[in-house]
């Protein structure tokens, strides 16, 4: 089976793998920060006191890398002020007041021709609608769907590994709107005009992956669906790559130095839903699960706060001690529930039981070394970063980490490696300015 | 209701470094149980000093740097380790020293976890130093003075011993060694239970096949005698003084098996395990350096650039 070198087994703990895609209450208000993707950030579009609509563009940035972000609710504008925020603490945010209906905006009307748009119409639709990477990164997607002109691309991945412990999103999701999800793609494959078209997913998701198989056989679709092993991080967009078309991204490239683009699911149904439906990215499939009484697939209105969220899914189960955006593995853990659901969001995770062990020395065992789909030495580069030698971090290519966590957790000594390369990696590049 | 704001990731192996410290004394029953049955309570006393001492020796040195309480399992591998190796006749005060040294100078001296020498050996070989004559006084199990298998090949070119007698341990020898069988038993469960990694002791058990063979000698002997298996599987996988690297754990393999196969072969000493092991020791650092590895996406990386 497909796979890729290095990995951990961590449990699967996909408590909701078969908990149906609910719909959440429409919430009272929703906080919407300026920043919610990979780019420059929106100026806002409305002021306080304004009347918005659900599908309203309320804020957008000049700048080609950005996503411009719509209401998700109609309602009044409360006032665009600091507000906490998943990633970055806290951000500028416009904060909306429901007004309890759903009245939505007049530019969200379903599109006729869409089977007939050109690559470039499809590129322009996908930015308007503020499309980023679902998966977690945020990459504002026409930027994806843009190489430069040197850069040929011919292979088009689909993202549905979800290789996260707990959350089961894109699985849920790939069960319920196969036929989107597969309008989507062939949308984006053909803005990026590329012929190979491949769905991977883990080998613990089955059910998804012989329903959209069979589903892709029966229409006769050029589309292959790819089962690979379930190993964590596989759905690492270079780790993905590797296992499914052999090709390796460049040390620090991107995919399309290769000729390929990965696309997650839910990016995939955010695109249908962009050109076939004309509706922006105002909301999103999240799963809420760890200590809460009833972990839950939700679909939610982006700003929504975790709190409300939680309090959906019957409260918390016992004392949480740690709150997290995403999933265990990558997630960041916050501070408190008021944070709002932004686009990158893919679960909010409570853990409730939380084993901390004292950090001991390094033992040399190797086992980092060992699990590191990089091939890196992490033990090296987080000995270097306590001692704040960052020129030899950079010798042991700290910057090609990108923080997957296997070494942390397969280190017995309990090192929190992640967290000392990663204050390599910004060292590293404030000194290379 | 107070969160904790840590870095991911928020999950955990269960993997400790106490237990992977237990697993080995667990690995190493066999063995034990072994230089019972063949030396009785000779054995039991060597290795009932050697783990006290050694574990004493670790208390004492923690308590002086002001460090909190822990069982010394690690120290208890190590003398473990170290009592493995001695002869059946050697007077209970050798593995008292022996700990003592390994303990106390070669392991505690660097700092902790930060030794360049194997403990146990670096003991074992300051014992050799210190009394040559005590460190090689053999009996057979059955109490007949005389010389090991190896040794018997080295003075009098003879093999003394049978396949089965040396894969079983009724032969004469250190009280762990002697064994194979036993040796073997622990370190299937070090692999199953994912302590141990197979590429230094196949590549040192692999490197001493190949080149006795070729040299024109008889490989199974020379992998059945001696203290081959021990040092393969317990010595040469510890973790703190072997490197870290893919790469280098091969070379350190094949680095044992030659110094191993060079020793027996050419020098005036029957057996080189336990130099072996320490010189390779003291090349880990330089090793590590040059099997740094290169990240994924690396070569394609340069021709980019250029």
């Not at chain 1, 090709?247 to 390929?260: A, E, I, Q, Y």
Request: proline share 6%.
């Amino acid at each position: 089976m497909l796979t890729f070198k290095g990995g951990v087994h961590p449990a699967y703990n996909k408590l909701t793998r078969k908990s149906r895609i609910e719909v959440a209450k429409l919430p009272k208000k929703v906080i919407l920060p300026l920043q919610q993707h990979t780019g420059a950030a929106c100026e806002p579009l409305v002021k306080a006191g304004d009347f918005v609509r659900v599908g309203q563009k309320i804020a957008e940035s000049k700048a080609f890398v950005s996503a411009p972000i719509h209401a998700s609710i109609s309602g009044k504008v409360m006032g665009i002020a600091k507000a906490p925020h998943p990633v970055l603490g806290e951000y500028n945010s416009v904060v909306i007041e429901s007004d309890g209906k759903i009245e939505w905006h007049d530019s969200v009307k379903k599109r006729e021709n869409a089977d007939k748009l050109t690559a470039k119409e499809i590129i322009d639709i996908v930015k308007e609608a503020g499309i980023v990477g679902l998966g977690g990164a945020a990459f504002p997607t026409h930027v994806k769907l843009s190489p430069p002109p040197e850069k040929k691309i011919d292979t088009l991945i689909l993202n549905g590994a979800e290789c996260e412990p707990y959350l089961t999103c894109d699985n849920r999701l790939m069960m319920e709107k196969p036929d989107e999800i597969i309008k989507g793609l062939k949308l984006i494959a053909k803005a990026l005009n590329a012929s190979n078209i491949f769905i991977g997913i883990e080998d613990n998701k089955q059910d998804a992956a012989a329903y959209l198989d069979a589903k892709l056989k029966k229409e006769n679709e050029n589309i292959k669906v790819i089962t690979l092993r379930t190993k964590y991080p596989e759905g690492a967009e270079k780790m993905l790559i590797h296992a499914v078309t052999k090709r390796k991204v460049p040390s620090r490239g991107l995919p399309m130095d290769v000729g390929c683009v990965v696309s997650n699911v839910q990016t995939a149904k955010a695109v249908y839903d962009a050109v076939y439906e004309g509706k922006p990215l105002i909301e999103r499939v999240v799963t809420i699960t760890g200590d809460v009484n009833e972990p839950k697939n939700m679909l939610v209105k982006i700003g929504t706060q975790f709190k409300e969220l939680i309090g959906q899914c019957g409260g918390y189960k016992g004392e949480p001690k740690k709150i997290i955006n995403g999933g265990p593995m990558m997630g960041i853990a916050q501070v408190s529930g008021d944070v709002p659901v932004i686009k990158g969001t893919s679960g909010i995770l409570v853990l409730a039981d939380i084993e901390r062990n004292e950090e001991e020395r390094c033992i040399r065992c190797g086992r980092c070394v060992d699990v590191c789909p990089m091939l890196l030495m992490p033990t090296a580069i987080a000995q270097y970063s306590d001692k704040e030698n960052y020129e030899m971090a950079d010798s042991y290519f700290a910057l090609d980490c990108f923080e997957c966590g296997c070494c942390a957790y397969a280190c017995p000594s309990k090192i929190p490696l992640v967290e000392k390369i990663k204050k390599a990696k910004i060292k590293i590049m404030e000194n290379k300015k | 209701m107070s969160l904790i704001k840590s870095a991911s990731p928020h999950i955990t192996d269960k993997e400790l470094t106490e237990r992977i410290e237990c697993f080995t004394i667990l690995a190493l029953i066999p063995a034990v149980v072994a230089s019972l049955y063949f030396f009785g309570l000779k054995a039991f006393f060597i290795i009932i000093v050697g783990v006290i001492i050694a574990a004493l020796t670790d208390i004492l040195i923690d308590k002086l740097k002001k460090k909190k309480f822990k069982i010394p399992f690690g120290a208890m591998v190590t003398g473990l380790l170290l009592a493995l190796t001695l002869p059946p006749t050697i007077p209970l005060f050798v593995p008292v020293v022996g700990s003592f040294v390994a303990i106390s100078i070669v392991k505690h001296v660097f700092g902790t976890r930060s030794h360049i020498f194997n403990p146990a050996l670096a003991g074992r070989a300051f014992l050799v130093a210190a009394w040559p004559v005590l460190m090689s006084k053999w009996i057979t199990p059955d109490g007949v003075t005389g010389a090991t298998p190896l040794g018997a090949l080295k003075i009098a070119g003879e093999k003394i011993a049978s396949y089965s007698q040396l894969f079983f341990g009724n032969i004469g020898g250190t009280i762990g060694e002697t064994s194979a069988l036993a040796l073997l038993i622990g370190a299937a469960f070090l692999f199953f239970m994912k302590v141990i990694d197979w590429k230094i002791p196949l590549a040192y058990v692999g490197t001493v096949f190949i080149l006795t063979f070729a040299f024109g000698k008889d490989p199974l002997f020379h992998i059945l005698a001696g203290g081959l298996m021990l040092g393969a599987f317990f010595m040469a996988t510890d973790y703190v003084t072997t490197p870290i690297t893919k790469k280098g754990r091969l070379i350190f393999g094949v680095g044992c098996g030659l110094l191993t196969v060079v020793i027996r072969l050419f020098s005036g000493l029957p057996e080189g395990v336990m130099y072996s092991i320490l010189l390779m020791n003291a090349f880990t650092p330089l090793i590590e350096r040059y099997t740094r590895p290169k990240p994924f996406g690396y070569l394609k990386f340069k021709k980019v650039e250029k």
